[in-house]
């Protein structure tokens, strides 16, 4: 059973406007380590089949799983942001939080021995540098709130125009 999301802000994609191009883990990974390195990306492309391509970062889940599977209290999640902080003196890559997480949103590093995970680019003024160089425009900064209302207007515009 999937965890739900919460009030949280977090990366979502379009998938119906994604190609695969994968600009979003390129950029990610430049802006977090320096290197353009999709293994060192906090979001990753993801393809089902042919018909399918999306992404997947963390969903900043209410009452984080990942958080409270750590069994060194090395993740913590901002009560206002819900943006899950790594503390790297008491993470030993033991990777209960990735076995916590229903989204495939957290990496270990296996040269720093360290779990990564998307933090939407918090240090950065504007923001998620994945979402502002999404070549596509796939990508979005949002709510599950704003995320379902979006959902509601598409219903509403596809009853009187008919699907596009």
Known sequence: MATSTSKY???ACESSKCVGCQLCEYICSYTKTGEFNTYRSRI??????????TTVACRTCEN??????????ALSQDPVT??????ESRCDACAWCIEACDFGAIAINHETRLAEICNLCSDKEDGPQCVK???KECLELTTPDQRAQHARRKLAIDEVLGPR
């Open 9 to 11: 802000a977090y990366i």
């Open 44 to 53: 990753r492309t993801v393809r089902a089949e042919e018909v399918l391509i």
């Open 64 to 73: 984080a799983p990942c958080v409270l599977a750590c069994p060194r209290e």
């Open 82 to 87: 819900g943006v899950i902080k790594i503390d």
């Open 133 to 135: 160089w999404c070549p």
